[in-house]
């Protein structure tokens, strides 16, 4: 078998490459990515002489591209690539609607050319919207409230269309906050590890009290695997790993993982301009498919942790250049 993966130089799509090669020695892997600022080639070196895994630098936005990393053909393609941050959204939301839902549209119109068996959409929680009690569940509606969430939202949507309109073979997964190797250390956790392991303040939005629920990097790609092998064609299913935290709470951890102090290196700064308080997700239609998170909470932040002692080489020249840019303009004013 053959699947197209896009985006897989990225945080999720990386990790879901090399739980594929080490678990399905049928399946040969073409990874198509853009290498925008999140696509690190670096996150999969270690795979570059492996038979069954072959790179194409392009855009989902290009139709040339998708249909040169297609080839002869492939059996799934499964769609990571996103512009996915949400303070970036805030600064230039246009790069979001061109990927997130143009980029999906592309896709969508090669599988239909293609007759391609399985097309798969990774998208986000974020698009319940802020959920003040209760969990979401797949038939909820979707109220996304940042630029960010609006494009996952409106991309989910065109994947549904297409399967109402033309049949396509569709699925959806909606992740929870994903942690774990590899993350581009703009997102909450590898930002305070890293800045903490530097002996840097880190900064905390508004009091600190929003909800997200954590879910291993491996598990997230478990989760997605396990839809794209067992999943209902035109279904969603939500992913999530049942470990609600506050932001403080994280804090609280890692601060501890690093041996830094709440009093010291914990810098409350002006929250981000229609910050979601809470998600949640159901994941009973998943568990119901036979899908279970397997990496504790409390182990997977500590191995996190050591991760990202122990990969400085990773990402220290990730928090240069254009990285520092980025954080001048997303808090110096805050
Ligand atoms: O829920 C799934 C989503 O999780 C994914 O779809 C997104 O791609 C991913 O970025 C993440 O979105 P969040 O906005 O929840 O993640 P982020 O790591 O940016 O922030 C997590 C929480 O921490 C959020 O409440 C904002 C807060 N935060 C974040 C940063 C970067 C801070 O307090 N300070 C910070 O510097």
Not at 308 to 313: A, D, F, P, T, W
């Amino acid at each position: 078998m053959r699947w197209l993966v896009t985006g897989g130089l990225g945080f999720i799509g990386s990790n879901f490459i090399r739980v594929v090669l080490r678990e399905r020695p049928d399946v040969r892997i073409v990874n198509l990515d853009a290498m925008t600022y999140a696509g690190n080639p670096a996150n999969l070196r270690d795979l570059e002489d492996n038979p069954r895994y072959r790179f194409v630098h392009g855009d989902i936005g290009d139709v040339n591209a998708v249909e040169s990393a297609i080839g002869d053909g492939v059996d799934a393609i499964v769609n990571f690539a996103a512009e996915t941050h949400v303070d970036r959204s805030i600064l230039d939301p246009e790069a979001f609607l061109r990927t997130d839902i143009l980029g999906t549209h592309v896709l969508l119109e090669a599988v239909r050319r293609r007759g391609i068996a399985r097309y798969l959409q990774v998208s986000t929680d974020e698009v319940y919207g802020d959920v003040e009690r209760g969990e979401s569940s797949e038939d909820d509606p979707l109220r996304p409230r940042s630029p960010y969430s609006a494009s996952k939202a409106g991309g989910d949507l065109h994947v549904l269309a297409y399967r109402s309109t033309y049949d396509t073979p569709v699925l959806i997964t909606r992740g929870s906050n994903t942690y774990g190797p590899y993350q581009y250390p703009e997102k909450l956790i590898p930002l305070f590890v890293t800045n903490l392991i530097d002996d840097q303040q880190v900064p905390v939005y508004g009091d600190g009290l929003q909800i997200r629920d954590w879910l291993h990097v491996e598990d997230h790609a478990r989760g997605i695997l396990h839809v794209l092998e067992h999943g209902t064609l035109g279904e969603v299913y939500n992913v999530g790993g049942g470990n609600p935290r506050t932001n403080l709470e994280i804090t609280r951890l890692l601060l501890e993982g690093c041996g830094r102090s709440h009093d010291t290196h914990v810098r409350h700064v002006v929250d981000r301009p229609g910050h979601d308080r809470r998600y949640a997700v159901n994941t009973a239609k998943l568990s119901a498919l036979g899908w279970a998170p397997r990496v504790p909470f409390a182990d997977g932040i500590a191995a996190t942790i050591v991760w990202y002692r122990e990969h400085e080489s990773w990402w220290r020249p990730l928090k240069s250049g254009e990285f520092l840019e980025y954080y001048k303009r997303q808090y110096a004013h805050r």
